[in-house]
């Protein structure tokens, strides 16, 4: 049975998602053992309700991780706190990555893109490693730790989902261990890391928290923008792609999501269109279905980066909207372009995929990317 969490992993999810947006936009899910809002209505009001909360009350920090350099970082990462410092932090975010000229963010996402093409045609390194090497490098890593700080990025993330293992556990924090020194040497340039924490500073931001969230920046880019390079490369080879390739991009994250889902946590009572989430209870909210809603989006079903005033719930909304909205774009649009300049062409992408097992991102594995 398709379920809204199991939907991800279809080749097609996008018949189930219109469905739920029509018939039940949201209700409970007995399946999932959750509420399911995938109307845009629904969707937006569960991002404004101050009661759901992204971690579940007195689960900020995964047990397991708990105690641990990984568990120290993840319990000061915005996108994992609601608490008042944590808009405070966030406004530092924001003002940092809004002031991250797209020239610069281009630039060093071609140059990591050019690395990894001289190095031959691996689409998993283009999906996964350039983003987090085109982040480390505007974050103030040396040249010389780049690549490491790509390999120790993919095994930090390996604490986030909640069906890591005690090996991911720990490997997560053995890199968050290296990680943390390795960007308080980059906060001492010129970087984005030391706007980071300069910016911080200034909010009131403790340091340590500042260069936590410098870490943050690099573990969201790494599920994130590889699902939006990949979506980018596969819509590529199905629309025509246009001289704006950023409006492309842009379409793509509200056509095909690479994060399709998200998790709220009630802690108290939230009443809905005439229902009650109870204290406890989680709502998932079905982002990539909300993206499809024709109350929002008209013609929603149709692949079009002209769209006038697209909604978009992808990168979040309000309060929970990405401050690295604009980043990932940037960086998803200078993949593509260098893989053009390379020779790259639609016609080169494998004639199958399947995505990654995941319970919230869709990621496409491309020949070449791995298994």
Same mark, same amino acid.
């Given at each position: ?8 992993? #279809?080749? /097609? ?7 739920? &947006?029509?018939?039940?936009? !949201? ?9 399911? $809002?995938?109307?845009?209505? %629904?969707?937006?009001?569960? !991002?404004? $309700? ?23 970082? !993840? ?57 987090? $090497? ?41 890199? %968050? ?6 960007? $308080? ?57 246009? /001289? ?10 509200? #056509? ?19 229902? &009650?989430?109870? &204290? ?12 499809? /809603? ?8 149709? !692949? /079009? ?47 199958? #995929? ?18």
């Amino acid at each position: 049975m398709t379920t809204p969490l199991s939907a991800i992993q #279809h080749d /097609d999810p996008y018949p189930y998602y219109a469905g739920l &947006t029509a018939e039940r936009p !949201f209700a409970f899910d007995a399946e999932i053992g959750a509420w399911a $809002a995938a109307g845009a209505e %629904a969707v937006q009001a569960a !991002f404004d $309700a101050p009661g759901l909360r992204v971690r579940p009350s007195g689960n900020e920090v995964p047990a397991p991780i708990a105690d641990t350099a990984a568990g120290e970082v !993840f319990g000061q990462l915005v996108r994992m706190r609601d608490d008042a410092a944590a808009a405070e932090l966030k406004s530092a975010l924001v003002t940092v990555l809004s002031k991250t000229a797209p020239e610069a963010v281009a630039e060093a996402a071609r140059i990591a893109a050019r690395e990894a093409l001289e190095r031959g045609l691996d689409y998993r390194e283009l999906a996964f490693g350039v983003p987090v $090497a085109a982040v480390a490098s505007l974050s103030g890593v040396p040249a010389a730790d780049v690549r490491r700080s790509v390999a120790l990025t993919a095994a930090f993330v390996r604490c986030i989902p909640a069906s890591a293992t005690a090996d991911d556990h720990a490997a997560a924090s053995d890199a %968050a261990a290296e990680l943390q020194p390795l960007l $308080a040497r980059a906060a001492e340039g010129d970087g984005l890391a030391a706007r980071l924490a300069e910016t911080a500073a200034a909010h009131r931001v403790p340091r340590r928290t500042a260069l936590a969230n410098a870490v943050g920046v690099l573990s969201q880019t790494y599920d994130a923008t590889a699902g939006l390079v990949g979506a980018t490369l596969l819509a590529l080879g199905r629309h025509e792609r246009g /001289d704006d390739l950023r409006a492309f991009v842009e379409e793509v994250a509200r #056509h095909d999501a690479p994060i399709q889902n998200t998790r709220r946590f009630a802690h108290e009572p939230w009443t809905h269109a005439g229902q &009650t989430v109870d &204290t406890g209870q989680t709502v998932l909210l079905v982002l990539a279905a909300a993206n499809r /809603d024709p109350a929002v989006n008209p013609d929603p079903h149709d !692949f /079009d980066p002209a769209r006038p005033q697209p909604v978009s719930f992808t990168f979040g909304s309000g309060r929970h909207g990405c401050p690295g909205r604009a980043v990932a774009v940037e960086i998803a649009a200078a993949i593509v372009a260098e893989a053009e300049a390379a020779g790259w062409t639609p016609r080169d992408l494998p004639q199958r #995929h399947r995505y990654l097992p995941s319970p919230n991102a869709r990621i496409p594995v491309l020949e070449g990317s791995g298994a």
